[in-house]
């Protein structure tokens, strides 16, 4: 693992508060979104939503579905892992988290103009460790939320939009190391649910042109350890083809991060690791070739962060999909995240405080169109 380079540097008590400013930064790179819900979306940098290859559609613009004439799932499992580096006034600690995320998605048309989805997918998500800072326990907080998504969607004439009502269903996680006479883990965990909704619109301008766009609205619940206040999200999408097997995608989401976020009970976040100082901004660009029986995939999506230091986090894409015959497609994907570094530096530019981190994800996906 990358190790940041270590300086000798007296503390001194002004630094702190712009410790704990940098320190935050970590969490808080990319927001709480976790937009690779399936690997055809994640090659395509999740920008395909005015255009469905499969059932995925529905967690970029499920108005799109309109898209698919026959009934369709596709099931996806992304491995993603996500290391953090921090130098600490001249030591270092390192942290990696890696986990598994399935999701999986339905959609079907059920007349000519009535269509229904469903769709299971991590909406939301963080696992991150921090080191002990003074008198504060080192500690790991793991919030995920899961949407069970429904949509009705009607399709007019080039025009479909979409409904979609979410049960959000949150696990949670809080370990400390407490330290006093002597150390002792304390962990606490749970379940707990609320709901949200989005409305969405697709329109085919023209056999090379389309353009979407889903509005995801905020919500909040909670229970005696945990609140979630999860923000809108607005998403807009085109896909243009300048050639028969070349499909260019786009897309543009505005996130209202500021003040929202996650909230422990018993968890102090005094570096404010879960909860925005400010909306964010996706840009989100990528290339569908199709060839034979293969699609080819790039993309590029860049986040902005959510907290006061700003900065911009890079995600570089690749992926493939394969179709087998008319029922069976499986696709892949691999995701390499170049993060905003932060820091807090002295007047000499020597570094004092130094967060770096690195992610990796792979996804495979299984399409079955009946």
Same mark, same amino acid.
């Given at each position: 693992?990358?190790?940041?380079? =270590? ?12 410790f ?11 927001? /709480? ?10 090659? /395509?940098?999740?920008a ?23 009934? *369709?799932? *596709? ?15 001249? @030591? ?8 598994? #995320? ?5 959609s ?20 991150? &460790? ?5 008198l504060?326990?080192?500690?790991r907080? +793991?919030?995920? *939320?899961?949407?069970?998504?429904? *949509? /009705?969607?009607? +399709? ?10 979410? @049960?959000?269903q949150? =696990? ?11 150390? +002792? ?15 969405? %619109? ?10 979407? %766009? ?38 543009? &989401?505005?996130t209202?991060?500021? !003040?929202?976020?996650?909230?422990y009970?018993?968890?102090n976040?005094? #570096?404010?690791?879960?909860? !925005?100082a400010?909306?964010? =901004? ?27 230091? !700003? !900065? ?7 992926g ?13 994907s ?5 993060? %905003? +570094? ?18 990796f994800?792979?996804? /495979? ?6």
């Amino acid at each position: 693992m990358h190790k940041i380079k =270590q300086h000798s540097n007296k503390v001194t008590p002004f630094v702190f508060p712009f410790f704990l400013s940098a320190l935050s930064l970590s969490a808080q790179a990319t927001g /709480l979104n976790f937009w690779e819900s399936s690997s055809s979306n994640s090659a /395509l940098a999740s920008a395909n939503g005015a255009k469905a290859s499969d059932a995925s559609v529905l967690a970029l613009a499920p108005s799109s579905i309109t898209q698919l004439d026959n009934p *369709t799932v *596709t099931a996806n499992v992304t491995y993603y892992q996500v290391s953090t580096d921090y130098y600490l006034f001249g @030591s270092e600690t390192d942290y990696k988290q890696a986990d598994p #995320i399935p999701a999986g998605f339905f959609s079907m048309p059920v007349s000519d103009n009535w269509y229904l989805g469903l769709a299971i997918y991590s909406r939301t998500a963080a696992d991150i &460790s921090v080191p002990q800072i003074v008198l504060s326990p080192e500690t790991r907080v +793991r919030p995920i *939320t899961v949407s069970i998504a429904p *949509t /009705l969607a009607y +399709r007019w004439n080039d025009v479909s939009i979409g409904l979609t009502v979410e @049960s959000l269903q949150s =696990q949670y996680l809080l370990e400390q190391e407490v330290c006093t006479i002597r150390c +002792r883990d304390n962990k606490i965990e749970g379940t707990t649910s609320g709901w949200s909704g989005a409305i969405s %619109a697709t329109w085919q301008a023209s056999p090379t042109f389309a353009i979407a %766009a889903t509005h995801r609205l905020a919500s909040q619940y909670s229970d005696a350890n945990i609140e979630f206040d999860l923000p809108d999200i607005t998403s807009l999408y085109t896909t243009w083809s300048p050639l028969k097997n070349l499909d260019w995608h786009t897309s543009y &989401s505005y996130t209202q991060w500021q !003040g929202k976020g996650i909230r422990y009970t018993d968890y102090n976040d005094v #570096i404010g690791l879960l909860v !925005g100082a400010s909306d964010s =901004q996706r840009f989100a660009t990528s290339l569908n070739y199709h060839i034979a029986s293969w699609d080819l995939r790039v993309g590029l999506s860049l986040d902005e962060a959510i907290d006061a230091f !700003g !900065g911009n986090d890079i995600r570089y894409r690749v992926g493939a999909g394969y179709q087998f015959n008319t029922n069976w497609r499986t696709d892949i994907s691999f995701v390499f995240e170049d993060y %905003a +570094r932060k820091e807090y530096n002295t007047s000499a530019g020597d570094a004092l405080v130094a967060v770096q981190n690195e992610g990796f994800a792979a996804g /495979l996906g299984l399409t079955y169109t009946f």
